[in-house]
């Protein structure tokens, strides 16, 4: 692809389209909190908060660049009937865990504060607004592209410059006890490798649909470029929100929450008009996200149903009813939902994301399989340990498996499983070559 201005624009609306997708509630409540607790240590926290939440979502862009395909494509390996069964259970989490926390967030932050009305209400008309994007999909990229990124970039920005420019850089001590690993496992709640895998789905789908002409390669280069930009907009921005939560230590109180913490730095940053702002802010960035998580649930069950447009819209009604239903929570409790199911799907996710990076020869069916599997295996514990089951093995037991205590039991293992199996794999064909 040439380098010229018709080139760059679509790039510039692709990677504005990405970032708005990917930037919705947890993407804004999650930041601020984690450096307000690190202090001193908030670049550690942002090193592993942009690991999990920019760094792994962004290959997940890449690799739907090389698949060309869909969610189904991700697990295809290991086998039809697992990547079937990991497409619905992700799409399920998406619209029953994200999706309405979207809803949920836009009422506590840009409805509550300013008018006594019932979070119902608030998931009705959001949700019904959703529906209607959502049957205008063909329209998606150029609307949040064009409108609606830009204005929460700018907000974002005036928010973190006015904080980081006015406030002393002394920062208090850090109450994490592993602000690396804190970072990680907080980057889960942002659900932005899942999103990955669900909203790339949409922006392939959408670039078909608005760049027919373009070759396989050209669209491949697209999606590359914008999502390496879109990666870098939202590390900037993540520092900058952490930055912003560890420069107040000394404006709030230690046990703040999440929402009051934004609309508390909005306030110091914007004065009377933090709040307005905020709100503006809060309810683009979150709802572009349903937007984006809704299409592609939709845009699966009619894929799986011989492209029936019936399916389609069925699914976005379901889609938007859950979001009514579960929308009307408050934040605090669909992020406790939403924790045990992380904690076993997201492992997976991030191994089939990089196992579709890697080059063919290193992730053969067989390594795939074992890898994967691997994964599940050692990611159980951590599941079980946050739900409280009894079944879950016990402190000694879990010891014995590194990075277990970080909630990362699941890291190694999948790593010398991928380099035993390529190792074993590399010596059979050597092995072979030699007998012929």
């Known amino acids: 692809m040439v380098w010229n201005g018709k080139s760059t624009r679509e790039i510039l609306v692709t990677a504005f389209a990405l970032f708005s997708l990917f930037f919705g509630a947890g993407n804004l409540i999650l930041p601020p909190q984690l450096g307000f607790k690190s202090g001193e240590l908030w670049w550690l ?4 908060f942009c690991t999990s939440a920019v760094l792994i979502p962004i290959l997940g862009i890449l690799a739907h660049a090389k698949l060309q395909g869909t969610i189904f494509d991700f697990g295809k390996k290991v086998s039809s009937s697992f990547s079937l069964t990991y497409s619905l259970i992700i799409y399920a989490i998406a619209i029953g865990l994200p999706s309405p926390r979207t809803a949920s967030v836009t009422h506590e932050m840009a409805i509550a504060p300013f008018f006594d009305s019932s979070p119902w209400l608030t998931s009705i008309l959001y949700f019904a607004l959703v529906f209607l994007f959502v049957m205008n999909r063909s329209k998606i990229l150029d609307l949040i592209g064009k409108l609606l990124t830009p204005a929460i970039f700018l907000i974002l920005i005036g928010i973190i410059g006015v904080i980081t420019f006015s406030l002393d850089y002394n920062f208090a001590h850090s109450t994490l ?32 649909i608005t760049h027919k002409k373009k070759t396989y390669a050209e ?29 107040s230590h000394s404006l709030f109180e230690l046990d703040i929450s999440r929402t009051e913490l934004l609309s508390g730095l909005a306030t110091e940053a914007l004065g009377n008009y933090g709040n307005l702002l905020l709100s503006i802010l809060v309810a683009l960035a979150c709802f572009t996200t349903a937007v984006g998580v809704v299409t592609g649930t939709s845009d699966f069950i009619r894929s799986r149903f011989q492209d029936s447009q019936k399916a389609y819209t069925i699914t976005a009604v379901l889609g938007c009813v859950l979001g009514v239903v579960m929308g009307q929570f408050n934040v605090d409790y669909i992020i406790a ?49 946050t739900i409280g089951s009894p079944l879950a093995p016990n402190r000694g037991i879990l010891e014995c498996i590194s990075l277990q205590q970080y909630s990362l039991g699941w890291v190694l293992p999948a790593l010398v499983v991928f380099v035993v199996g390529n190792g074993i794999l590399y010596f059979k064909v050597q092995k072979r070559n030699k007998t012929e």
Do not use: C, H
Not at 45 to 48: E, I, P, Q, Y
Not at 343 to 369: D, G, Q, R, W
């Open 45 to 48: 926290v942002t090193l592993g």
């Open 177 to 208: 006890e592993n602000p690396l690993t804190n970072g990680i496992l907080e980057g889960y709640q942002t659900f932005d490798a899942i999103g990955a895998v669900v909203v790339g789905g949409v922006i392939i789908v959408s670039i078909n």
């Open 219 to 247: 669209k491949k280069t697209l999606i590359r470029k914008a999502g390496w930009l879109a990666g870098l907009a939202l590390f900037m921005i993540y520092m900058g929100l952490i930055l912003s939560g560890a420069l």
């Open 337 to 385: 939902v939403a924790l045990p199911a992380l904690m076993i799907i997201y492992p997976i996710t991030i191994v089939l994301i990089l196992l579709n990076i890697v080059p063919e020869n290193y992730a053969s069916p067989t390594v795939f399989k074992a890898v994967v599997w691997t994964t599940i295996v050692f990611s159980i514990p951590d599941f079980l340990g």
